[in-house]
C-alpha cells in the first residue's frame, strides 16, 4: 500500500538556520506532491506545488526538491524565523490520480529558537 | 484569495445528539471538497469527498450513515454526524478544490467537536 514517511521527530534549529525537513514515499509514484504548513488548532495552508517532472520549486524563503529515483522530497526554510514555528505536512495525489484525493503525511513539528 | 470558511469552530454535546459542521468557500466555486479527521498528534485522515450535486464518495471504514455528506452547491457542503459518541470526538477539516487536476486543497480552520 501508498506510505508516506516524514521526519518523525520534532526538529529545533536556531533563529537565522535553513530547516530541511523530509518526505519519503513508497509504493507509488505520484504525479506530483505538495506542502502545507499547519498551526495548533487551524487547518493546513498550501505552501507549494512540485510536479514530478520538476527538480526543484521556490517560493520566497522555502525551496522544495523532488527526487522521483529516490521517492523523496525535501523542504528547505532558509533564514528561519520563530513565526516559522509549526507543522509541516507533505501530500501526494493517491494511486491513479482518484479525483484528486491527497494523502498526507503525519507532519514535522518545527520550531525555530531566537 | 481561496477563502474556506468551517463553523462551528468547537462544538461541545451530550452522546446521541446529532451535529452539522459547514464548509463554505467564500471566494471561489469548490468543485469538490474534502472531509477529514484528525486526532492529535496524527495527520489528516480523508473521510469522503464530495463534488456537488452528486454523492459523496467514502472511504474505506468510514460509515456513510452517521457522517452525512451534502454538497448542495459549489460553494457550501455539510458535514452531520448522527447520534454521535465519545469515540466520535476529533478535530474535523474540510477543504475545498477549485478545479480538477494538480490542484492545491484550500481548508477551512476545522471544527472541534467533543461528545460527552
Known amino acids: 500500500s501508498q506510505k508516506i514517511e516524514q521526519n518523525s521527530e520534532a526538529l529545533n534549529i536556531q533563529e537565522g538556520k535553513t530547516a530541511t525537513l523530509t518526505c519519503n514515499y513508497t509504493n507509488y509514484s505520484p504525479a506530483y506532491l505538495q506542502w502545507y504548513r499547519q498551526d495548533p488548532g487551524r487547518g493546513p495552508v498550501f505552501l507549494l506545488l512540485?510536479?514530478?517532472?520538476?527538480k526543484e520549486k521556490r517560493k520566497e524563503r522555502l525551496k522544495v526538491t523532488f527526487d522521483t529515483t529516490l521517492k523523496q522530497s525535501l523542504f528547505h526554510i532558509t533564514a528561519s524565523q520563530p513565526a516559522d514555528s509549526a507543522t509541516y505536512l507533505c501530500?501526494?495525489?493517491?494511486?491513479?490520480?482518484?479525483?484528486?484525493?491527497?494523502?498526507f503525511g503525519q507532519g514535522t513539528e518545527l520550531s525555530v529558537k531566537p | 484569495g481561496a477563502v474556506v470558511s468551517q463553523h462551528p469552530s468547537w462544538v461541545i454535546c451530550k452522546s446521541g445528539t446529532s451535529v452539522k459542521i459547514e464548509c463554505r468557500s467564500l471566494d471561489f466555486q469548490a468543485t469538490t471538497m474534502f472531509w477529514y479527521r484528525q486526532f492529535p498528534k496524527q495527520s489528516l485522515m480523508l473521510m469522503a469527498t464530495?463534488?456537488?450535486?452528486?454523492?459523496?464518495?467514502?472511504e474505506q471504514g468510514v460509515e456513510k450513515d452517521k457522517f452525512l455528506i451534502n454538497h448542495a452547491s459549489l460553494t457550501l457542503s455539510t458535514l452531520t454526524v448522527t447520534s454521535a459518541h465519545p469515540e466520535d470526538s476529533s478535530f474535523y477539516i474540510c477543504?475545498?478544490?477549485?478545479?480538477?487536476?494538480?490542484?492545491?486543497?484550500?481548508f477551512g480552520d476545522g471544527t472541534r467537536l467533543s461528545i460527552l
Open positions: 464530495s463534488n456537488e450535486g452528486s454523492k459523496a464518495t467514502y
Open positions: 477543504s475545498g478544490r477549485i478545479a480538477s487536476g494538480n490542484q492545491p486543497q484550500h
Open positions: 512540485i510536479r514530478e517532472n520538476e
Open positions: 501530500a501526494l495525489d493517491s494511486l491513479g490520480n482518484q479525483g484528486g484525493k491527497l494523502i
